[in-house]
Each structure stands twice: as C-alpha cells, then as structure tokens.
C-alpha cells in the first residue's frame, strides 16, 4: 500500500486577517454575529421589556407635572426625601419636567440595562464554556481575545440601544431630544461599566454562576453606595456609574458631557483589567480555583432534599446577605419619611396609596417590594429542578430508587422553607433597623408578621414554576413574566392605576398591605391553597410525562 | 428468567421513531451486549427501562415489574450509568458516589475503597473540575460499588483509557455481584466480544440480530479465497447462479468471494473440481460482521 506523502493541498484559512497570520482578535466579527444569534430572542426581550416599563411609567407622569407649580412641588418634596435619594440619586433639576421624568425613570432604567449587560457578559462567557458549546467554537481559527472582543461588543450595542430606546421614550413624551439623548447616553455607559465590571467577575469567579451572583452583588453595592451618597449628599456618590449619570444633569443650565467619560475611562481600565486576567485563566475554569473537597460525603448527605438543599445553599446565602441589606437600609430609612411625605401630602398618596400614617404607608410598602423580591428568589430556586431534569442530574437521583413525586417534593419543600426563611430574615431586618433608628422596637412584630403574610404570594408564584414545569417544561422560563408583573405591580402599581382585572395578576394584588391594613386570612389561606393546588399539578404533570 | 424484556416497544419523539417495534431479552446472569450505530435508540431504550420516558406502545419488564409505574422499588435493584455523565458541579467525586449509594439503600465501603483506587480516581476534587474520563470514573465506581442484581450500562466505557477499560473488564468478570445481570451497551467491539454472553444489534430503532457471537457469525458470509487451475472463464461459469455468493471477483486464477455460511459447504463443493490449488477461507471478523448489521438492510 502506498503510504507515500499526500500532495501539498492549498489550504484555505478559516479567517485570514490581512497580512496572513491570526491576531489576538481574529474571529472576532464572526464570533460576535454568532453571539447576535444566539440572543436574538433574549435581547429583544430585556429592550423591549424596558423601554415598555419606561414608557408606561412616563406616560403616567406627563399630566402629573405640567405646571411649575406642580414642579417645584415635586422638587421641594425628592430634594428632602431620603427614599428618592436612595433609589434616584442626587435630584438635580427635578423642577423641569425633563428632570422629573428622568428622576422617576432612571433606578428602574439604571438598574434593568445593568442587569442586562451582567446576564449577557457571563452568559457568553463562562455560561458558553460550561456547556461546552464554546469549544467548537474556540478551536477554530480566532484570537486570544476575539470571545472577549465579540462579547463586549454585543454588550455594548445592547447598552447603546437601550440608551436610544429610553431617550426615544423621553423624547416622545415632550422632553427636549438633546437632553434626551444625553440622558439616553448615560444610561448606555452605566450598561458599558457594568459589561467591564462582569467581565472581570467572569475571568475570576470559579463557576458561571459565582460569576453572574458577584457581579450582580456589586452592581447592588454600588447603587445603595450612590444611594448614601445621595442621601448624606457626600463624595460617595463618585464612587458608582450610577453617580456618574446623575453628574450629567441632562436637564439644567448645567448639563455637562464629561460624566460619561470618567464612565469610559472606567470601563476601559476595568477591561484591560478583565483581558489581562482572561490570558492568565484557563477555558472552563475561573482564577479562583475551586478547593480540594471531602473525599467522602457528610452524615446528613442521603436523602433527595438534603441533595437540593446542599445544591441551594450558596444561592440562599447569596441571596439571604442580598436581601438583609436591602431590608435593613429600607428599615433605615423609615424615619426619614415623615420628613419627606409631611412636605407634600399629594406625592404621599401616590406613592403609598389612601393611608393615614405615613410611616406604615412606607412600611407597608417595603414588605410589599420585599415580599417580591423574596419571590424572586423563590422563582430562581423553583427552577433549579427544571435545571437538574434538563442537566441529567435528575436521572442519577430517580435510577437511585427516588420516585419522581419525593425528587420533585424535595426540591419544593426546599423552595418553600428557604423562602419562608427568608421572609424571616426581610422582616426582622427591616422591623430591627426600623427599631434602632427610631427607637421603638414595637415595630419588630408586626413587620416581621407583615414579612410572613407575603409567603402565600411567593409561593404562588414558585407554584407557577413548578406546574410549568410538570406540564410544559420547555416553557418553564415564562414564570418570569408573572414576576415581573409583580415587580412592576408592586414599584408603579398605584401610579399607573391598573384596572383590577390587570393588578389581579399579581398574587401580591390580593394580599392586605400589612402592617398598615390588618391582615386577612381569608386571602393568605385562598393563595396559600392555590400555590399548593398549582404545585400538586405540577406533580401531576412531572408524574406523566417523559424526563428530559 | 429474563432479567429484561421488551416486546414490540414503540417510542416517539415527535417525527423521530427513536423506537419502532423494538424487542429485546435478557436472561438473567448474562452479560448481554447491546451494539447499533449513532442514534439507533440504545441510549432510548435504556431511559425507558429506568422509566425515565414512557413507551407510546409496547410490553416492557424489568426484573419482574413494569419499569414505568414500579421505577423505584426495581431501581433499589440495580445500578445504572448513564450515556452521557453529568454530575453536581460543586460536589466532589467522593460526595457523589457516597450520596448516590445512599439513595440507593447503602454502599459496601470496601467495595467502595476498592474501586476509588482499581480506577485511580481522586475523590476529593468537585465535579465540576474532573476531566470527561474522571467523571465518567465516578459514574462507573457509585454504579459498580453497588450490590444490585442488574446494571444498566450505557457506553460506560467511553472517554476511559486502556487501562481503565482493563479494570472494567476485569471487574464484569470476575468482581461483579454473583448471578448479577449487564446490559452493556457499546461501541468498543473488543470489550464486547471479551465480556459478552449474547449481544443484540439495533438499527433504526428495532433489532436487527440477537444472538451469541457464534450465532451471529453463522449468519453471516465467509470470505473465501482459492487460485484454481481451471480458466476464468471456466470458473465463472461453474459459480455463475450458485446461491448465496457475493462480491465475487476473478483474476488469472485467484478467486476471491464473499459467501454465505449457510451455502458454503454447496460452494466448496463445486470448488473442489475446478481444481482448487489453494484455499482460504475465514470467518468475518467482529467489524465487518457489524458493519454488515449497521449498514445494510437487513432480509
Ligand atoms: N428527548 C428527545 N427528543 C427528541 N429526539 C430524541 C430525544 N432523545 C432521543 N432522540 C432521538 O432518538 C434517536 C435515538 O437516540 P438515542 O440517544 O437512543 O441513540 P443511541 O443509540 O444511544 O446513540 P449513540 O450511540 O450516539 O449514543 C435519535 O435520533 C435521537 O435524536
Ligand atoms: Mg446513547
């Protein structure tokens, strides 16, 4: 047999690069409309998503503020209300309609285009990695930094695009298109440090979910270090891209452009940064290795829920030092509100509905927008089961003797004690810090009574996971549309004054807002019974159909 | 009594028949092979058989039950390694066999000792760091640490290195638990031919053969070889409508053909006087019996 050399064969390059050889970002065009692909449902989403929130939200003001008396109104109320500090940052100009609009808008905004770059950045990064489809991709011809280079690029044409969305949105509702735009622009350079921020989150951290959890902690660090700044009126707020916007001051006399560049300069440095360490890490694996473990498993480790249970424990913790923090600033706050709300009794009303006493009007409030917050993290725990049956995982615990109705219940048991623990932990942070701050520790009771009363809606909605997920679990994902709801519910429900129909379809809708209103338990044992009628089904339907 | 049987199993993924009236036997205490190319159903029937996935049509039994309503009772009964491994990323190696084990009612830890080190493998590292062979390792070990009465095994091999599929080998032979039953389904021809007792071939999602090796091979062609005296012409026509021969190529004297080994003794018959000068003759090796069952349809 001839076993001779083949002839030479004219090869073709997979990606020539002009003078012939691979440069550190070859690929990189091909990589980024590959990246474009695969998020062409996903992007539109969040966009879309944010730019209807918006302009929701500014349509309901533009009538609110269209004489100056009604504007200086609204100025001599935020400029002394620590709570809009905290969440909007420094007020300036908000004695313009542009200012107050752009006031209103800018934590939601600030805050969706932040979360949208974290998910986008970690997901291409490390998300593509550990499930391997990186890989092909990576072995064909393309530069050291080309998946970085396509990755960033993809980040910040979403970042662009929601700046013009949102400055579309202002623009349309009678704000001056420059400021506008300026606003817009701001608002795409806090997605552009946020994508720096999440790329190095992305080469350091050891999973992509570690990753995707740090960055978002940051992200919340820094806006409630903004927030103190804002309130205590300091330096502080320098130290965030959510202060760097409000220095823009798109509205006044006084708007200034070079805000955005300290923003540039900081993302240009933290991705050097995020390049630098990517050349120092290995594909699949972060710079923090992960540790030698136990050679054998703990006593406790041999039931399916002390399985699920183990699997959450990092996500509890997460989100429990999350949701502390955030319960204990809002607790804080609580004194300042009567401050605030005496100044003007109108904004009061709108802001925490017909209710007399206004601390526990913003009482009441918070375990509202906590209890929801709660339910997020009931949802994302709800949805590890669907990630265990899609991964496989489920078959090695069901081949082990498991029947699917004790797989299942583990994981819901887990879901429902975890969520109730953190309701725990919501109330008796804001009821504690409430007390310190005012000295009254009545409060701590009630709150954490409160707290507990949003558990039947968080179930709920943990439910909705749990019956997508036996009957069409492809579609499990949708449980999120509900939990938006709730959030946008809960934040703008009173302003935008929904039809009931429409408010209904938030769980959180039907509960009394404790402590303000007394509780019912007409209501928290009706949601109490549909979260379990809708997690039965959902067993049911696990019980039936085929495993992924 | 079969350890497994599937009668006429039908089982649909929408357009995808990934099963279509598929039988298969198992007789307890047998190593029993289980070969088809790419997408054939193997990995199907075995999810079925853990009743991951429900047959649209069709009897199944596994170990005297119904493996869809009785899944858990019969899965105390026996151990299984998945196609494709995928193990909790923040557990390590350890963790997993122990709690795997656990579920299942218990692991022997000397079996268990025994085999961490048989394969060399590292408990202490999480999973979510093990190269594709060390995971597979770890499937392999909580699966074989358990003293179960049948083990479903789904490429348990593939990723491993020679030497590691020399323990398996070894283990299948002679460490596996007395009287215990294996489905082994592989692509490692070798592995199948030194461990199994009887192997089924699937294609298309039904079986195409089921057998010993010796069985199958009986059902297939010899190759012959034979330089005669007699012209080719002469030759040619001698052979020319005999049954069962294929593939038959002539040049100044030699003969080579393929022939059926069921017609081979009326073949060798009308050899004989042509004047055969020299002849060979060998039985089809383990690859081109399966590339025979893979490729072809069958009659
Ligand atoms: N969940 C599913 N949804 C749709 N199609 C499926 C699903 N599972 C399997 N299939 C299809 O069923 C057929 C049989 O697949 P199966 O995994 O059983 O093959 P296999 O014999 O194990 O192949 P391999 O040797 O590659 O492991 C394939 O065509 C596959 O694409
Ligand atoms: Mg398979």
Redesign the pocket.
């Known amino acids: 047999m001839n076993v001779g050399h083949a002839p030479d064969v004219q090869r073709p390059s997979a990606a020539p690069s002009s003078d012939g050889s691979a440069g550190p970002f070859t690929g990189t065009g091909q990589l980024f409309r590959l990246a474009a692909r695969r998020d062409r449902v996903r992007l539109p989403v969040w966009l879309i998503g944010l730019t209807a929130v918006i302009g929701a939200s500014t349509n309901a003001l533009v009538g609110f503020y269209d004489t100056p008396v009604k504007q200086a109104g609204y100025a001599a109320t935020v400029e002394n209300s620590a709570v809009s500090r905290l969440m909007g940052g420094t007020p300036y100009d908000v004695d313009t309609f542009g200012g107050i609009l752009a006031y209103e808008i800018t934590a939601v905004a600030g805050v969706t285009v932040a979360l949208m770059v974290i998910f986008l950045v970690t997901r291409h990064i490390r998300g593509e990695e550990e499930s391997g489809n990186a890989e092909l991709v990576r072995s064909a011809v393309t530069g050291r930094h080309a998946a970085l280079a396509a990755t960033l690029a993809l980040a910040s044409v979403a970042s662009g695009l929601a700046g013009l969305l949102v400055a579309g949105v202002l623009a349309l509702s009678g704000v001056a298109v420059g400021p506008s735009l300026l606003f817009g622009a701001g608002l795409a350079a806090i997605g552009l440090a946020f994508t720096a921020v999440a790329a190095v989150a992305a080469q350091v951290a050891s999973t992509a979910r570690t990753a995707l959890g740090g960055a978002i902690l940051v992200m919340l660090a820094l806006f409630i270090v903004r927030g103190i700044g804002a309130v205590e009126d300091n330096w502080l707020t320098w130290l965030a891209p959510f202060g760097w916007q409000d220095e823009i001051r798109p509205f006044g006399e006084r708007a200034q452009g070079w805000p955005l560049l300290v923003s540039i300069g900081f993302a240009a440095v933290v991705l050097a940064l995020a390049a630098w360490l990517a050349a120092r890490r290995d594909f699949g694996a972060g710079l923090l290795q992960a540790r030698a473990g136990r050679p054998t498993a703990a006593g406790w480790l041999r039931t399916p829920m002390a399985l699920a249970f183990r699997m959450q424990r990092g996500l509890l913790l997460a989100w429990g030092v999350g949701l502390v923090v955030l319960a204990a600033v809002f607790g804080a706050v609580g004194r300042e509100v009567r401050t605030m709300i005496d100044s003007n009794p109108e904004v009061g009303q709108v802001i925490l509905g017909q209710i007399d006493d206004v601390v526990l009007g913003y009482l009441s409030f918070v375990t509202h927008f906590m209890g929801v917050t709660v339910a997020t993290y009931a949802v994302v725990s709800a949805l590890r089961l669907r990630r265990e049956e899609e991964s496989g995982r489920a078959d090695a615990v069901l081949a082990g003797g498991v029947s699917r109705t004790r797989w299942a219940l583990s994981g819901i048991v887990v879901t429902a004690g975890c969520s109730a623990l953190m309701a725990v932990a919501v109330g008796l942070g804001v009821g504690l810090t409430h007390g310190l701050v005012s000295d009254d520790m009545a409060r701590v009771g009630p709150l954490l009574g409160a707290a507990l009363g949003t558990l039947p809606a968080v179930w709920t909605l943990a439910a909705v996971a749990f019956a997508l997920h036996g009957w069409v679990p492809r579609w499990t994902a949708l449980v999120w549309l509900p939990t938006a709801w709730a959030f946008i519910q809960a934040y703008l429900g009173d302003l935008l004054d929904f039809p009931d129909g429409i408010s209904g379809l938030s769980p959180f809708w039907h509960l009394p807002k404790v402590p303000a209103e007394s509780f019912e338990p007409v209501a928290f044992v009706v949601l109490t019974g549909l979260a379990l009628a809708l997690t039965a089904l959902g067993v049911a339907g696990l019980r039936r159909r ?1 495993l ?1 | 009594m079969a350890a497994i049987e599937l009668r006429d199993v039908v ?1 649909t ?2 357009a ?1 028949r ?2 279509d009236g598929f039988d298969l036997e198992v007789e307890a205490g047998e190593v029993h092979g289980f070969l ?12 079925l058989l853990l009743g991951l ?1 429900r047959p649209d049509s069709g009897g199944a039994t596994l170990l005297g039950g119904d493996p869809w309503r009785d899944a858990p009772t019969l899965h105390r009964r026996l151990a299984y390694v998945p ?1 494709e491994v995928n193990l909790w990323p923040n557990l390590t190696g350890g963790e997993v066999i122990d709690l795997l084990g656990r579920l299942r009612g218990g692991l022997d830890q000397r079996r268990r000792a025994d085999l961490v080190e048989r394969f060399g493998l590292d408990p202490t590292r999480r999973c979510g760091t093990y190269s594709k062979g060390n995971r597979q390792k770890v499937a392999l070990v909580a699966a074989l640490a358990s003293d179960v009465e049948l083990y479903l095994l ?2 348990p091999t593939s990723g491993l290195d020679p030497l590691m599929e020399a323990e398996f080998q070894t283990w299948v032979r002679e460490s596996r638990p007395e009287g215990s039953t294996v489905l082994l ?1 592989s ?1 490692i021809l070798a592995e199948v031919e030194a461990l199994c007792d009887r192997v089924s071939i ?1 294609r298309a ?1 039904r079986r195409v053969q089921s057998g010993t090796l010796a069985d199958l091979r009986h059902h297939t062609r010899t190759t012959v070889v034979a330089d005669t005296s007699a012209d080719d012409e002469t030759t040619a026509a001698a052979l020319r409508g005999l049954a069962g021969i294929h593939h038959l190529s002539l040049e100044r004297g030699r003969l080579v053909m393929e022939v059926e080994s069921h017609d081979l003794a009326g073949v060798l018959r009308h050899l004989a006087d042509l004047g055969v000068t020299s002849l060979q003759a060998h039985p089809p090796t383990l690859e081109e019996l399966f590339l025979h069952e893979y490729g072809e349809v069958p009659t």
Do not use: Y
Request: glycine residues 22%; aromatic residues 4%.
């Open positions: 085929d992924a | 089982k993924f929408g995808v990934a099963l088809g190319p790419n997408g054939s159903g193997k990995s199907t029937a075995i999810r996935l196609g789904d490429e389904s692509h699937i999602g």
